[in-house]
DNA sequence: TTGTATGCGTTATCAC
DNA sequence: GTGATAACGCATACAA
């Protein structure tokens, strides 16, 4: 593979017979030329195999095509389902989408801002998930235009596609309690992050609609990872079995799915002992057994949103600034009605 | 947020009373500069929060310091943590990953090579992992180094990083045979893929060496989708029972878990009524009832290990061959003795 | 309509 | 040691 010069528009304009600017003008459709010359333009560009040198246009057009997509971890469905959808937004308009994720050895905002600042990206698609974020995206937020997914930050704002939380919260509590559960606990997500607030207010919505004092249902401090859920499930099962929530809402799937470990390593059944509802409604949820009833967030359409919104950011357009997605309850066979009754 | 013009190198130089060139020494080491002066381009750097235009570099430089990564579905556990080593390698040297998923709406080789082409990227990570992928990519490599993960093509030579499929392959199905299972059959994979032909050429081997003769052994095809794997087993369990295999060897986890649930929708338990062992070793795998036995591959650093693979090519090293990486057994639940014992 | 010439921000060659 | 200056490949204002 000698891996000869690519071909320059130089080139193309020589094999043409016409300037420089006449192939420039077939390539972008940004000025008139005669139909004879546009197709030996065309052929030439063809026959040389010629396509343009995209630094070069990114140099002159002060914009790279490109957006950052920052995520904690791709091997979580959620993530990975939104990036599709952030990749499938971009590729729609010829953007390129840079992975991001947080490197251990070193502060992620930084690294991030110089990619902005650099200009190798145009703007970025954060998306917090798991991990603390503070007022450092509003750092980044000034070298460029940030978008926020599931996420938001309260006080300040920018831009974000969110979907309703407190409703999905509320509305899986509610399953549970007419399944006629009186005694319940929650698994909650990191205290700091927006979406295990508002998971859990639904949550305490719910037990309020139901005559349940929410201050009085527990709240297990998770961090949205599979042993945590394990640790609080344990912490639970140290109790005696008549002072033990019969149901279990956890904030999200892989807490649950934690829970439902600790369970069965201590020979409780699900739902039969112990009914557990998960939130995320990842892929793999429903096939676990039993299959877990938990909250699906629209994350493929929330990424093709969150793209969506860079771009008119970028361009300049006002944002489509329609409310939050819908989050819907998914039932399944892991909440069943209290063991007493 | 008036998004003044971000500053040049010119705008350092100037605050730095020096010239330009001098501050391309200093940022690139590139040439001798006193230790005063140095010092005073530092500061306007820091004064200004400069930052070098890349695009600028790149094609300067002829490099992109981009590399594409394409993956067929990043909701794949696998593909994402191939996805995480290729990008944990890529930012250890500075060089950004872009994503590439298959696009429906256009044939993926031609938009992957108009990448490449364009020098936006400087290689390509390729992951075909499913779908059938020909000579395609051999066009592709025309246009610029790329490097196939967990694949290979019979005949060319392109540079690969693969892991033991075939071994693997043989200890899984050595495993089932070690508890006596006799009546075996097979779902395998789409017949055109590498890693289908490697896993099933491994329980081949593992069969001849119990003494059962390999071409007795069913094998039915599937296309490493959940549904291919519920289809087989549906199909197995129309036959009378006493001519059905007692074990089953699923060239992945995904179709084993599809075959699983075909089980307990009819009826049967694993590993009571049939042993079930599945490839890959997904991260949900564990997480099954029962714990799915399967074979895991090292994603994480072949992934890794592809990208630096990519970067010796792209800066004129001889690449890092040696062979390839091992694929564990990992024994969980799903197989157990066949049920006539 | 078409071509010429200039600049985008860097790097690198060459004089000083 | 240091500083002009010419590319890099493309887009475009302006002249023809």
Redesign the interface.
Known sequence: ?VSRR?PTMKDVAEHANVSISTVSYVLNDSGPVAAERRNRVLDAIRLL?Y??????R??KRRS?S?VA?VVPD??N?FF??V??GV??AA?AVDV????V?P?A?ELPEE?QA??L????VDGVIYLSGTGSMPAAIYDLA?SGPVVLVDEQIPGRDLPAVVCDSRRGGREVAAHVLAQDHRRLAVVGGPPALWTAQQRLAGYREAFAGAGIDPDSVPVFAGDYRQESGYAAATEILSRPESERPTALLCANDLMA?GAM?CL?DNGLSVPGDMSVAGFDDQ??SS???PALTSVRQPAYDMGHRAARVLFDLLEGREPDTTGPLPAEVRIRDSVGPPKEL
Chains 1, 2 share one sequence.
């Open positions: 593979m690519r195999d396509s343009p040198n995209e630094s070069a990114s140099l790279a490109t997509m791709l091997t469905q990975a389902m990036a599709e990749h499938r590729s390129l989408v840079v992975l994720l490197d050895t690294s110089k990619l600042r650099s200009q190798r000034r799915i470990q069965r892929p793999i096939m676990l057994t």
